[in-house]
């Protein structure tokens, strides 16, 4: 069983845009805060669609042939999210990432992979995720442990006025991919098994 999900890629240029924006943000927090945060490599940077806590190679085989019919189809050939901004995650009250976050997006219910939601494979997901489906991409990570400072609500608070802004049409995706997750003290390492673009 491997510990594995569905995940939309975004383009260089996307990744480029972001980086530009989230340094400055990220030495500012971790040096001249200093918060025990660390920038999640671009190269890992996504959106999950379905995160799958253990299936087998040939369960993912089946999950892949649906993605596949979808791509195909151009289910997801248009697909753009309303970039909102930076949030605390999962709550400013005990942070553990720092993501971009868009605004909900209810067209999900109709995409092929939601209406098997109740039928394994796909039920073995997290399927209240892509139900209400709000995507949003970890740009940073705090690390806990003896002596790690970890932003209070209220400094988050009385920082959001000056936290970057960014444009929603500047942040695409361009790609669906599986990928293989393992995490390690550092770092999850997220191995793509496979992957397509989104315009089929």
């Avoid at 918060?35 to 085989?61: C, K, M, S, Y």
């Avoid at 494979?121 to 949003?136: N, Q």
């Amino acid at each position: 069983m491997t510990r594995c999900f569905l995940g939309f890629e975004l383009s260089e240029a996307s990744r480029r845009y972001l980086r530009q924006r989230l340094l400055p943000l990220h030495d500012e927090l971790a040096n001249g805060r200093r918060w025990a945060v660390r920038l999640v490599p671009p190269e890992n940077w996504h959106a999950t669609l379905l995160f799958f806590a253990g299936l087998e190679q040939d369960e993912r085989a089946r999950v892949w042939e649906m993605v596949e019919m979808a791509v195909r189809e151009g289910v997801w050939s248009e697909l753009a999210f309303d970039w909102q901004g930076l949030a605390l995650w999962p709550s400013p009250r005990r942070p553990g990432l720092i993501c971009l976050e868009a605004a909900p997006y209810p067209d999900a219910v109709d995409w092929p992979l939601t209406a098997l939601l109740n039928v394994p494979p796909f039920s073995k997901g997290d399927v209240e995720h892509l139900k209400r489906y709000r995507p949003h991409i970890t740009v940073m990570r705090f690390r806990r442990g003896r002596g790690a400072r970890l932003p209070k609500a209220l400094e988050w608070e009385a920082l959001l006025p000056a936290l970057p802004r960014f444009d929603a049409d500047a942040v695409r995706v361009e790609r669906v991919s599986f990928f293989l997750s393992t995490v390690t003290p550092e770092q999850p390492i997220y191995p793509r098994e496979r992957s397509l673009p989104l315009a089929g």
